[in-house]
């Protein structure tokens, strides 16, 4: 069973990565640094450069840096033993060092679940301001370094006011002082840092902005709307949409996602920002169809309606054309498979836990 | 086995737990603390350690296993979640262990009435309960002494808001639920409850806890006199533990209501909750550090 | 377009601070099925501080726990089962996991108006279960419409699906429910409640003026049966809303026939604006303290006024009936101070 839920991940990844020859050479040998390496993008990416290694023997190495390293060793020993991959346990918020040979850095430390926004900003705001710091500190003592990327967010643009998708350079304005804008104004200090770094300490380093991700490795319990949707649908429950159900969002699916910021490290330049995530937008009541049509059940759904505000219309969708023209990559993974894989590994995964 | 007679401590946890036992330590006559770890050199804690000019490390319990003989004793004062692991490495390594976290896998302590047993037999790690549990369980164990078959013990404390950071908030279910099994285990009662209320009172509130017993026929003058004795107890490694409402009979129960008023050492005097449990913790690790010397001699 | 107004009942949970949570099976019956013929949608039922929450401190219950929720629903079959659960009484292992296997449809997690933090993994763990999830700020007069907006923001990242404040003091007057209530519709993407008590008379009026300002679930109790002065009454609240084209899907004359079974089941201690409770009111102390501050004011032969007046001052906060007793003793000795 998980020997299976691993080979379609694996088959994932290698189409991802498929006809891209270019992108793939400029991968080959690199020492790869990735903070936060544990958590949703880091997986993906320990996956991607797995396949890449094992197809293609492109002899990439890849450090993985997060805080509590070993209950993921040994929940993915598939990834752990392999002697490709190296995990160092490090808190971002003190100083550290990255091995010495390091070629390229994924700087994706931070705090994206929004309960703990809520209940330790203090955390969110120093793993976010105080480890950029300390991983361009470190960047700076690398000798053969050739890319820093630091992974932002899209909340750095502010709620956006108006529909549709949105551009690298849109912006809208965030509240000061805020509670709830402690993670997006803390990815804008890290933007600024890095801005500094790079003009003032000439590291070279580009930025990429991932918006809604999906798939495997993705924890149900962060509330976002389609980890409630599926889990919902997961234990039988009646599924509550807030408000119309007509806000949109995209979804990329976990290959995809790894393998753009991968390109991204490679063909990405100095300063540019990256909008990383799909463009094809749904709303949330075309989401729960696509959902109902991949299990083949009905489901209970509910509006759970808010009065509108204003009767705007709700949208947080990346527009990609920048990022598909100069990484040179595209979505191979559609919303309507996304769904399905992630739908048939959280069920396996809960047929295992009722195994136990 | 001890630098310059004293015994080494290391604790690991930087947070307001860690931090106020280290300003206790330093005062202490017969222990040194030397070895502060964490994982974060920017916390005030770790700060104020290197101030203090503590050995300092961000590598948490490594900073031990990486050199063993830097310490005798441990003070836990991380989660319940991380001690597991960490038990099973001190374990290993010979360590005596306070544990400051709700993990529950050592003996329950409470000084000022299990300390002996706490140091013989062998026991290697000692479970400090909780703040509620440092302050509610002597007077529900006092109360106990006189009325052995209590058929139910409830213990509800108020906290400043201001006192309570993240960890406790987001551990409030295990404080219930330890401090429940503590009360049972020491007072014997048929059923035991905790309740924690948080006060955002502005200036902060004093920690303060009220005991409820319920007892059929209660002697209230020798219930009286076995909790003043109690107090007394307390009061020697728990300066600021005060009787607010000595046992009084309302109805069926036997209420008691006390207050604890922090030290101020590295907190301010309101979070009397953490001071009663350091204070509590320091007291065995004195315990340990003379008994030590002791048998040296 | 008519607005419709989702109604929550917790004539079951707040009426038993009315009865010092003695509610009989009987009355949970008889109650449960009235509500389900009348077409109350939710139903909410337990101890007056909600699951765990029987104890000295806040007052025993007469039934468990488990009796009532078994007792409720079975009785209970359109209408949804609820529960009131306070983080620090209740635990998820203690109370939540059978509050799951007994079949509560909604749960609403409550904390006082500034301490939404420890919502956070029961929230959670409802949500994950797959079930309701509702999150309440208890005494939410004693924070600014900015301190009430970040909590509820806090319980919305948690999961919650919607947000109540309580009045649980019922010193609110209709403008402070009107800044509060649009501050929260305006700044929140998730359903806005609010719970009135009635210690000023303003329970019906501060009800609509929440929904005015946008506010989609009010609470209220039969006969406004509920701590102190009780809570904002349930059938007084259905005709005006009627009136008023607010739509409840609660039939009229049913709820009035509820009302009569509920007169006649929880007489003699319908509650009423009683000298005292106005007095709670004006101090912004909880309701739910009327009766243990009577208690103590006799007990010690001071004015239960002042008992009032002195626990605004120190801003007691639900569950710190503890402190009820140390203020009367105080009280206690200025007066003998004063009299010697």
């Known amino acids: 069973m998980k020997a299976d839920r691993y080979a379609e991940i694996r088959q994932d990844c290698i189409l991802a990565f498929a006809n891209q020859p270019q992108i793939q050479a400029k991968l080959g040998y690199q020492h790869i640094a990735v903070t936060g390496g544990t958590g949703f993008l880091g997986t993906w990416i320990a996956e991607t450069v797995a396949a890449l290694n094992d197809e293609h023997q492109l002899g990439i190495t890849l450090n993985l840096y997060a805080r509590n390293v070993n209950d993921w060793a040994q929940k993915y020993p598939h990834l752990s033993q392999r002697n490709d991959i190296h995990l160092k346990s490090q808190d971002v918020r003190s100083s550290f060092e990255f091995a010495r040979n390091t070629t390229a850095v994924i700087h994706a430390a931070g705090i994206p679940n929004n309960r703990v926004h809520s209940s330790d900003p203090l955390r969110v705001h120093q793993t976010t301001v105080l480890g950029v710091n300390n991983a361009l500190e470190a960047a700076t003592q690398l000798d053969n370094l050739t890319r820093f990327l630091n992974v932002s967010s899209c909340l750095v643009n502010g709620t956006p006011d108006r529909s549709g998708g949105l551009t690298e350079s849109a912006y809208f304005p965030i509240p000061c002082g805020q509670l709830h804008s402690v993670y997006a104004e803390a990815k804008r200090a890290a933007e600024s840092l890095a801005a500094i770094y790079r003009s003032q300490f000439r590291i070279p380093i580009s930025t990429i902005r991932p918006f809604t991700f999906v798939g495997p490795y993705q924890e149900l319990d962060r509330p976002w709307a389609i980890n409630s949707f599926l889990r919902d649908a997961l234990t039988g429950s009646e599924i509550r949409i807030h408000g119309d159900g007509n806000a949109r969002r995209s979804y990329l699916y976990g290959s995809d996602a790894a393998w753009w910021t991968l390109a991204a490290l490679v063909n990405s330049g100095d300063g540019n920002v990256y909008n990383i995530g799909s463009s094809a937008p749904v709303t949330h009541n075309e989401l729960i169809k696509i959902i109902r049509e991949c299990i083949g059940a009905p489901l209970k759904v509910n509006l759970n309606t808010a009065p509108s505000q204003d009767g705007r219309q709700d949208d947080l969708f990346p527009e990609t054309t920048f990022t598909a023209k100069s990484l040179g990559v595209i979505q191979t993974c559609s919303l309507g498979q996304a769904i399905d894989k992630t739908w048939r590994w959280y069920s396996s995964e809960r047929d295992s836990r009722r195994s136990l | ?297 | 377009m008519t607005k419709k107004i989702l109604i929550s009942d917790p004539t079951l949970r707040d009426g038993n601070h009315a009865v010092r949570h003695q509610l009989s099976r009987e009355s949970f019956i008889a109650y449960c099925r009235a509500a389900e013929a009348a077409g109350v949608p939710i139903v909410e039922v337990g101890h007056g501080n909600g699951l765990g929450a029987s104890s000295m401190l806040v007052g025993e219950c007469s039934l468990t726990d488990d009796e009532i929720l078994s007792l409720s629903r079975a009785n209970l079959i359109n209408s949804k089962l609820g529960i009131h659960v306070i983080p620090g009484f209740c635990t998820i292992k203690n109370d939540l996991v059978k509050a799951i296997e007994a079949g509560v449809d909604v749960f609403r997690v409550a904390s006082h108006c500034t301490e939404a933090d420890i919502t956070d993994r029961h929230i959670g763990y409802i949500r994950q279960a797959g079930k309701q999830a509702f999150g309440v700020l208890m005494m939410s007069h004693m924070t600014s419409p900015a301190i009430l907006l970040e909590e509820s923001k806090k319980m919305e990242s948690y999961g919650a699906e919607a947000i109540i404040i309580m009045d649980s003091a019922g010193a609110y007057f209709p403008e402070d429910v009107t800044e509060r209530i649009s501050t929260l519709v305006d700044g929140l993407n998730i359903p806005v409640g609010f719970h009135g008590h009635n210690n000023l008379g303003m329970a019906i009026i501060n009800s609509v003026n929440a929904v005015n300002a946008g506010a989609t679930i009010i609470d209220g109790t039969i006969r406004g049966f509920g701590a102190g002065a009780g809570n904002t009454q349930l059938e007084v609240l259905v005709a005006v809303f009627e009136r008023l084209g607010f739509e409840t899907g609660i039939n009229l004359y049913k709820i009035l026939d509820a009302a009569d079974i509920a007169e006649k089941e929880f007489n003699p201690v319908a509650p009423h604006v009683s000298p005292l409770s106005i007095v709670s009111g004006l101090a912004g102390v909880f309701s739910g303290f009327s009766k243990p501050v009577g208690r103590a004011a006799q007990d010690y032969h001071v004015d239960p006024r002042d008992i009032f007046f002195e626990l605004g001052k120190r801003n007691a906060v639900a569950g710190q009936e503890s402190l009820i007793i140390e203020v009367a003793r105080e009280l206690a000795a200025l007066n003998s101070v004063k009299d010697s």
């Not at chain 2, 490594?62 to 692991?85: M, Q, R």
């Not at chain 2, 213990?155 to 330890?178: C, F, K, M, Q």
């Not at chain 2, 004093?206 to 109690?230: E, F, G, R, W």
Request: overall charge neutral.
């Open chain 2, 1 to 297: 086995m001890t630098l310059r007679g004293k015994l080494k401590v290391a604790i690991i946890g930087s947070g307001n737990i860690g931090t106020d036992l280290l300003i206790k330590i330093m005062r202490s006559e017969h222990m040194i603390c030397t070895l502060f770890a964490g994982r974060n050199f920017n916390s005030a804690g770790m700060k104020r350690a290197n101030l203090l000019g503590v050995t300092i490390s961000d590598r948490g319990i490594e900073a031990i296993v990486n050199d063993p003989a830097i310490c005798d004793l441990v003070f836990d004062c991380t989660s319940a979640h991380a001690h597991i692991e960490h038990w099973a490495i001190l374990e290993k390594l010979g360590k005596y262990v306070i544990d400051m976290t709700p993990a529950k896998l050592g003996v329950f302590c409470i000084p000022a009435i299990n300390a002996a047993e706490c140091l013989n037999g062998g026991i290697r790690n000692i479970n400090m309960i909780t703040c509620g549990g440092q302050s509610s369980i002597p007077i529900a164990n006092a109360i106990a002494q006189v009325h052995n078959n209590i058929e139910y013990i409830e213990v509800a404390s108020s906290i400043a808001s201001r006192s309570a950071g993240p960890a406790t908030r987001h551990n409030l279910d295990e404080y219930i639920e330890t401090t429940q099994d503590a009360l049972q285990n020491f007072s014997n009662a048929r059923r035991t409850k905790a309740i924690l209320i948080l006060n955002p009172a502005n200036p902060p509130i004093d920690m303060q806890t009220t005991i409820y017993a319920k007892i059929a026929n209660p002697d209230l003058p020798a219930i009286h006199s076995a909790v003043m004795a109690m107090v007394e107890k307390l009061k020697a490694y728990v300066p600021g533990y005060k009787l607010i409402v000595p046992p009084t009979i309302e109805g069926d129960k036997v209420i008691t209501t006390i207050k604890v008023l922090g030290a101020g050492d590295y907190l301010p005097q309101y979070a009397g909750n953490l001071d009663i449990i350091n204070c509590a913790a320091i007291a065995m690790a004195e315990l340990i550090a003379t008994s030590n010397l002791t048998s040296e001699a």
